[in-house]
């Protein structure tokens, strides 16, 4: 049984404006980490609320553990949920030291040992006495995290986990958390806007799109198999090219306005030729710019059709002005 | 208030009469004085506070504070130490008379009037819109004064066009505050002489004993306010305040030459005099004359009595306006919301209409229990709730908005009940706020003067009805005592204020 599912899920902020939360559905399964992607405006936070009991949807349900949080009829408040949100700014009390935050939840007592044990795993024992603006950043970070945890929850929910942290920081707070999440198997619902961060955590992944569930799978279909240019372009730079111009059969998407179908091609998977190469089709071009983006070294080439975006290889040498022929390589 | 505006459309028998003869009156008066004293207000504030917010001369720091003190100073005791202002006039009048015609006199007479009353009241009351265009002035159109210096504006210009129409709502909104202060006076209008809505009602309910008739008038005055109101809603529309994140930079102020310097001094000067200095160093001089005889037993039970009520409806209200604040929150409905809007538009209502209203209330309740509500305490201090719950409310919502939303949500996630959340998060957070609050609530009963007269027990006076019962017994200088008691309980808040706004603006 899935341990959170939404269906139809819709919120709209005024009735005249398109909705933050279009209908969206889909489960979260236990011990799941699974990651809300999208831009601003997408509608991601307001959906992390909505499962906090922090806003109310317009229509639709939210079921948890078999219970239904929300429906046309019915409301639980967040108080109630069996599930514990973790702010993007961390909400720590300031009145409060790290330890009585910590312990502030429902039934965050029952189990001193639990506590005393995520805060190992976290490693904030020395901080109890302290008060949230006597720590770091990544400090709060995880003493809000464990405020979150102790309370048990059966589901975790965190609003944009890392945005404020350095990227330095970033990194190895990401690979506490990973580390964090399997120990207590914990199930995770978080939200970010960076593509990296949800990559690396996430085993299942949800794009929204202006409110819209765009496509839903684990990491690498999304990144190998995009079923828009939306989901195409989360992953960076990518040039869509006319399926008819590459011979082989590969993975392609609705072009724009629906012309026709396109092949997303990322910046590494073309390959510098021979002018004179045969077999499959050659775009020959002349280089427009070359931006140093170390570790690369990023190159537009224009074909008098298209404008195609590549990485140049370190022992290639190549200036504006240039004649260069390249083919899709979609192993590369 | 909803009370007294149905009282608009029932029947009255004294009505038609002064209908036709005093309402007229009234109302001329009061939008007499509602333009002057605006108007000076806004001419006094604006310019006091362009000068030390943006120009740079001696004295300019300790002006900063000290253009805030007649604030302290309520309407009727500014007007108690200007009382013999009018009489000063009285040999002109004679030669008025004498050498032209009775008619001449009455007109000069009524003439003199409106213009003392108008300077004494703007000059304490122009501290509201001093104190929002001061705060404007330095925090929120610094970058754009900046831009139009680049941009080839000089001071006049950036004034004109840029730091003013920046500053246009919060002006106005201190300019609304100013207009519903001289509309709530009782005790200086009475003092001159004024025919004005306040007096009206006064002069309907204790000589004539009509309260139907004070209930008329309260009415027509409420619907000035609210015209008033609008007139305010509608002139800052579209405006909303900018908040600049970036104002930490101060701005380089204007060096002033030793000419404009020396005027600028004269300017912040004037109405420091005329509100602050003046006023304080005549009612001290009084009351040395005085107090061995004013000093008596008496005077010491009124203080008490002061305090009491003062403390009683400080912390009613505060808790009051917490709830408020808090439910609204955390319901998050419609119903509550409106609740708090207009349980907050008190404060836009006058003293007597108030007091009108309660009357009226409790003589319902005394009918429908066998309790006696009249002129009771409970009464009086359920009057000043209603009142001042704006000023309690104000600090203690917006810190709440500021402060605590987050947290109050992190709270329910964590799965705590709302009540430990109030508590244990919102109490100790608010305890800044909570405290301004009541502190203002207290002084602003200290002050209160209408509403007390009103609805205050048979034979329970207070520092401010004492100073007005000696005032209108011509014993002037015997009422500086209870004047000056309540000056230097008022200065405690004005101080207290004026450090809040600098503190927030490092």
């Known amino acids: 049984m899935n341990l959170l599912a939404l269906q139809t899920v819709t919120k709209r902020y005024t009735a005249t404006d398109s909705p933050a939360v279009d209908k969206v559905s889909f489960d979260c399964e236990k011990g799941e980490i699974v990651a809300l992607i999208g831009g601003s405006g997408s509608g991601k936070t307001t959906l992390l609320r909505i499962i906090a009991g922090l806003a109310i949807p317009d229509t639709g349900k939210v079921i948890l553990e078999g219970n239904t949080l929300n429906s046309p009829t019915k409301f639980i408040p967040p108080e109630k949920r069996n599930c514990s949100l973790v702010f993007q700014d961390y909400a720590l009390f300031p009145n409060k030291t790290v330890l009585q935050n910590i312990t502030f939840g429902k039934g965050a007592t029952d189990n001193p040992d639990r506590i005393i044990e995520l805060m190992e795993m976290a490693d904030i024992v020395g901080l109890g006495q302290r008060h949230p603006h006597e720590i770091s950043g990544g400090q709060q970070q995880r003493v809000a995290l464990v405020r979150a945890l102790a309370t048990s929850p059966a589901l975790l929910l965190l609003d944009e986990p890392l945005s404020h942290l350095d990227p330095e920081l970033r990194e190895s707070v990401r690979n506490q958390l990973i580390m964090l999440f399997h120990e207590t198997r914990t199930t995770a619902l978080f939200v970010s806007h960076d593509i990296e961060d949800a990559m690396s955590m996430a085993d299942r992944m949800v794009v929204l799109r202006e409110g819209q569930t765009e496509q839903t799978g684990n990491p690498d279909e999304l990144y190998r198999r995009p079923a828009s240019r939306y989901v195409a372009r989360l992953f960076g730079k990518t040039d869509f090219i006319p399926a008819e111009l590459l011979q082989e059969t590969v993975h392609s998407i609705p072009g724009k306005n629906d012309l026709g179908q396109v092949v997303p091609v990322r910046p590494y998977q073309w390959r510098i030729v021979d002018k004179d190469f045969t077999g499959i089709p050659v775009f020959h071009g002349t280089v427009k710019s070359v931006t140093n983006r170390a570790p690369h070294r990023e190159l537009l080439l224009d074909t008098g059709q298209l404008q195609l975006t590549m990485y140049l290889p370190g022992n290639h040498v190549a200036k504006c002005g240039d004649t260069l022929s390249v083919i899709f390589d979609s192993e590369n | ?506």
């Open chain 2, 1 to 506: 208030m909803a009370e007294v505006l149905w009282h608009l459309t029932s029947p009255a028998e004294n009505w038609e009469h002064m209908r036709d003869t005093v309402l007229g009156r009234y109302l001329k008066g009061s939008i007499i004085l509602v333009l002057g004293t605006g108007t000076l207000s806004l001419l006094i504030g604006v310019s006091t506070a362009w000068l030390v917010a943006c120009c740079e001369f001696p004295g300019r720091k300790i002006f900063e504070w000290l253009l805030i003190l007649p604030l302290a100073i309520p309407t009727y005791i500014a007007a108690y130490a200007y009382f013999d202002l009018l009489d000063r006039l009285t040999p002109l009048l004679i030669w008025v008379r004498t050498n032209f015609s009775q008619d001449a006199m009455t007109w000069l007479n009524d003439m003199m009037l409106y213009p003392v009353t108008i300077v004494v009241l703007a000059a304490v009351l122009y501290p509201y819109v001093y104190l929002v265009a001061r705060a404007t002035f330095t925090q929120q159109s610094n970058q754009c004064m900046e831009a139009a210096h680049t941009l080839g504006h000089g001071p006049y210009s950036t004034f004109w066009r840029v730091a003013l129409p920046m500053a246009r709502p919060a002006i106005i909104g201190g300019v609304a505050l100013v207009i519903m202060e001289t509309l709530s006076d009782y005790g200086a209008v009475e003092h001159f002489n004024v025919p004005t809505f306040t007096t009206g009602i006064f002069r309907t309910w204790l000589s004539m004993g009509d309260l139907q008739g004070a209930l008329r008038l309260a009415a027509c005055l409420m619907a000035l306010i609210l015209l008033f109101l609008m007139l305010e809603k509608w002139l800052r529309f579209g405006a909303k305040f900018h908040k600049n994140s970036q104002a930490d930079r101060p701005f380089q102020r204007y060096k002033l030459g030793q000419t404009k310097a020396g005027l600028a001094i004269l300017c912040c000067m004037i109405p420091l005099v005329i509100g602050f200095l003046l006023p304080l160093s005549r009612l001290t001089y009084w009351a040395s004359l005085t107090a061995g005889k004013t000093l008596d037993s008496t005077f010491w039970s009124l203080t008490l009595n002061s305090i009491t009520v003062a403390t009683i409806s400080g912390l009613a209200t505060v808790v009051i306006a917490l709830f408020l604040a808090y439910s609204a929150r955390y319901f998050d409905s419609q119903t509550v919301g409106a609740t708090n809007r207009l349980a907050i538009l008190g404060y836009a209502v006058p003293g007597a209409v108030i007091a009108i209203g309660i009357l009226l209330v409790a003589e319902q309740l005394n009918s429908a229990t066998n309790l006696i509500l009249t002129n009771s305490l409970t009464a009086l201090v359920l009057a000043y709730i209603v009142r001042f719950l704006a000023v309690a409310w104000q600090p203690i919502d917006s810190g709440m908005e500021r402060n605590c939303t987050q947290l109050n949500n992190a709270a329910q996630s964590l799965g705590v009940t709302s009540l430990r959340s109030l508590f244990e998060l919102n109490i100790p957070m608010l305890r800044n706020a909570l405290v301004a609050g009541s502190l203002f609530v207290f002084v602003d009963t200290m002050k209160e003067l209408p509403l007390t007269l009103i609805l205050r027990p048979a034979n329970f006076e207070t520092l401010s009805t004492r100073t007005f019962d000696l005032a209108k017994q011509a014993q002037i200088p015997e009422s500086s005592v209870p004047a000056l008691c309540i000056i230097l309980v008022s200065l405690v808040p004005v101080i207290w204020l004026n450090q809040q706004i600098r503190h927030s603006k490092q």
